[in-house]
């Protein structure tokens, strides 16, 4: 009975201090999806997202970056991702094939409720795949969240700390 007793014991902790508990956090990385934005006209008509990071993280050379990106361009980084780094990586919300098709009677792939229901599934997308410490050294990444134009022909790499 005594080794129960010993082993349901709390484990003490450092008492907090107001910087502890109101300070900034140790390591955060935020990354949204937002402002989806539909273009162009006919076969060339797609919706665009903003993509905005925050973090301070040693390893992102920029503290705060704010890119706009096409589903092509997630579709580009998954797969990337899935050829260069040893990292499971999740899916993509569908290509919802379906809602391409003419005469459907609403917006199709342009539905605001189905632009919205993407822009989460790719939020979520990001967010597992930048959280995770292996997918944060890959160049392609990086270059999918910082810069402002994707140079798809890139030498893929790694990226060395700070």
């Known amino acids: 009975m005594a080794d129960t007793i010993a082993d349901t014991r709390r484990l003490f902790s450092k008492p907090q201090n107001l910087n502890d508990a109101y300070g900034p956090p140790s390591n955060f990385l935020e990354i949204d999806v937002i402002k989806p934005e539909t273009i162009g006209v006919g076969r060339g008509k797609h919706t665009t997202y903003e993509v905005k990071l925050k973090t301070n993280l040693p390893i992102f050379k920029l503290k705060e970056s704010l890119v706009r990106r096409r589903y092509s361009d997630f579709e580009w980084l998954r797969a990337e991702l899935e050829?260069?780094?040893?990292?499971?990586?999740?899916?993509?919300?569908?290509?919802?094939?379906?809602?391409?098709?003419?005469?459907?009677?609403?917006?199709?792939?342009?539905?605001?409720?189905?632009?919205?229901?993407?822009?989460?599934?790719?939020?979520?997308?990001?967010?597992?795949?930048?959280?995770?410490?292996?997918?944060?050294?890959?160049?392609?990444?990086?270059?999918?969240?910082?810069?402002?134009?994707?140079?798809?022909?890139?030498?893929?790499?790694?990226?060395?700390?700070?």
Do not use: W
Request: hydrophobic content about 35%.
């Open 83 to 162: 050829r260069e780094s040893k990292v499971v990586v999740p899916p993509l919300p569908g290509k919802a094939l379906f809602r391409q098709f003419p005469f459907r009677g609403d917006n199709g792939i342009f539905d605001d409720l189905f632009i919205e229901e993407r822009r989460q599934g790719l939020e979520q997308f990001l967010n597992k795949v930048a959280g995770h410490p292996l997918a944060q050294n890959e160049r392609c990444l990086h270059m999918f969240l910082q810069d402002e134009t994707l140079d798809k022909t890139y030498t893929p790499s790694k990226i060395r700390q700070a």
